[in-house]
Nanobody, 123 residues
């Protein structure tokens, strides 16, 4: 079992930045691929980005490419999501998740989830 806890969300103006943090505990986080997803009220959970267990491969959803960056520090069992040039449409609850078996954009392939952190971007 991998236990994940997100933090770093908040209220920011459009064009601003936030850095989300996901801290893991339990089984060795360095053996798991991981990802960030988001869900707006009334919407479906959608892919934001993913990173492999070594931190050498990443992939992003088109709406966030060039603005968001995923990284991880396995020594600190932590994953990050740096979000720049935020837009109102980025407002959502952001979740981190982990899985074995490679990076994936499909939230249903992830085994472990945090409870989420709220990001609100005002116009």
């Amino acid at each position: 079992q991998v236990h994940l806890v997100e933090s770093g969300g908040g209220l920011v103006q459009a064009g601003g930045s936030l850095r989300l943090i996901c801290i893991a505990s339990g089984r060795a986080f360095e053996n798991y691929d991981a990802g960030w997803f988001r869900q707006a009220p009334g919407g479906e959970r959608e892919f934001v980005g993913t990173i492999n267990y070594r931190g050498t491969t990443t992939a992003y959803a088109d709406p966030v490419k060039g603005r968001f960056t995923i990284s991880r520090d396995n020594a600190k069992v932590t994953m990050y999501l740096q979000m720049n040039n935020l837009r109102p449409e980025d407002s959502a609850v952001y979740f981190c998740a982990s899985r074995h078996g490679g990076i994936s954009q499909d939230w249903k392939r992830y085994d472990y989830w945090g409870l989420g952190t709220q990001v609100t971007v005002s116009s």
